[in-house]
């Protein structure tokens, strides 16, 4: 059984991560809050309040390329009814910039009429880049960027230290090792978090996420899972791990599937957009 909300993980980079934002923060003008889009409230750490206190953010709902479009509408609905400012972006194949720097105006409007009225020159906004670790936080400043300048890879933790880079002419932006907070309170917000990519695999059962994603796709998204495995609405009641390693020839000697083997192919299929795109909650089941 996974148990996420018993395991202590705080590794020594995030500790060093969380004291680096609170130094920096008197040096930025807003906070980027970015989240996964197939997750927004999963992906969100509920230690960023504290730790930003009053400075103005904005959500940044990355990889809405994974995410399905009509509950992505959802949530950037559900941000507005809340008067929290959040777009919604695709870093990957798109080019975000306009409607970040935009956004980014608009709530820092109050800074350049303080800078006008003190007669001083325009100057860029400083943002600092914050999320859980594989959210594309270094995705995401390199669309900014214009360059690859940020590491990038589909692992957590790849970004160690903190790094300024220039957007344009009026943008200057600080990315961020990803932070985790220290255990699991909610068991489904490690198994979302799992699904999606956002926990090193070391932490969970792969068999337990994937039976978990499956059942969530046989729920939300049947038709996804038939058209990619060939599995009826009506033995999804079924061992659905072996049943994809059945369809797939995940067997051992002897013809015993070999379930971990099938687990982590719908990982990784899930997490790379072969089954379609997926969202693993959406605002009206969380409220």
């Given at each position: 059984?996974?148990?996420?909300?018993?395991?202590?993980?705080?590794?020594?980079?995030?500790?060093?991560?969380?004291?680096?934002?609170?130094?920096?923060?008197?040096?930025?003008?807003?906070?980027?809050?970015?989240?996964?889009?197939r997750a927004p409230f999963s992906s969100a750490n509920p230690m960023l309040k504290d730790i930003i206190g009053d400075k103005p953010r904005l959500v940044v709902m990355n990889k809405i390329d994974l995410a399905d479009p009509k509950t992505t509408e959802i949530f950037m609905a559900y941000f507005a009814s809340k008067g929290?400012?959040?777009?919604?972006?695709?870093?990957?194949?798109?080019?975000?910039?306009?409607?970040?720097?935009?956004?980014?105006?608009?709530?820092?409007?109050?800074?350049?009429?303080?800078?006008?009225?003190?007669?001083?020159?325009?100057?860029?906004?400083?943002?600092?880049?914050?999320?859980?670790?594989?959210?594309?936080?270094?995705?995401?400043?390199?669309?900014?960027?214009?360059?690859?300048?940020?590491?990038?890879?589909?692992?957590?933790?790849?970004?160690?230290?903190?790094?300024?880079?220039?957007?344009?002419?009026?943008?200057?932006?600080?990315?961020?090792?990803?932070?985790?907070?220290?255990?699991?309170?909610?068991?489904?917000?490690?198994?979302?978090?799992?699904?999606?990519?956002?926990?090193?695999?070391?932490?969970?059962?792969?068999?337990?996420?994937?039976?978990?994603?499956?059942?969530?796709?046989?729920?939300?998204?049947?038709?996804?899972?038939?058209?990619?495995?060939?599995?009826?609405?009506?033995?999804?009641?079924?061992?659905?791990?072996?049943?994809?390693?059945?369809?797939?020839?995940?067997?051992?000697?002897?013809?015993?599937?070999?379930?971990?083997?099938?687990?982590?192919?719908?990982?990784?299929?899930?997490?790379?957009?072969?089954?379609?795109?997926?969202?693993?909650?959406?605002?009206?089941?969380?409220?």
């Open positions: 059984m996974i148990v996420m909300n018993q395991i202590q993980w705080y590794p020594g980079h995030m500790a060093k991560a969380k004291k680096e934002v609170i130094e920096k923060l008197s040096q930025v003008d807003i906070v980027y809050e970015l989240l996964d889009a929290i400012p959040a777009v919604a972006v695709d870093s990957l194949n798109g080019s975000p910039l306009k409607t970040i720097l935009a956004k980014t105006k608009t709530i820092l409007a109050y800074l350049k009429e303080k800078d006008l009225r003190k007669g001083l020159s325009p100057r860029p906004f400083r943002a600092m880049v914050v999320g859980i670790p594989n959210v594309g936080k270094s995705q995401f400043i390199n669309s900014l960027a214009k360059k690859a300048k940020a590491k990038t890879g589909n692992i957590p933790g790849i970004t160690k230290q903190q790094t300024y880079l220039k957007a344009g002419k009026e943008l200057e932006l600080l990315d961020n090792p990803g932070i985790l907070w220290p255990k699991f309170e909610d068991r489904i917000t490690g198994l979302n978090l799992a699904l999606i990519g956002s926990i090193k695999e070391e932490i969970y059962q792969a068999e337990e996420v994937a039976a978990y994603g499956i059942k969530l796709m046989s729920e939300n998204y049947p038709e996804l899972l038939f058209a990619r495995y060939g599995i009826r609405k009506d033995i999804v009641n079924k061992d659905m791990v072996s049943e994809i390693g059945r369809v797939r020839g995940c067997l051992l000697p002897g013809g015993i599937i070999d379930r971990e083997r099938a687990a982590k192919l719908f990982l990784n299929e899930f997490r790379n957009n072969r089954l379609g795109r997926i969202s693993v909650e959406r605002p009206d089941a969380n409220v």
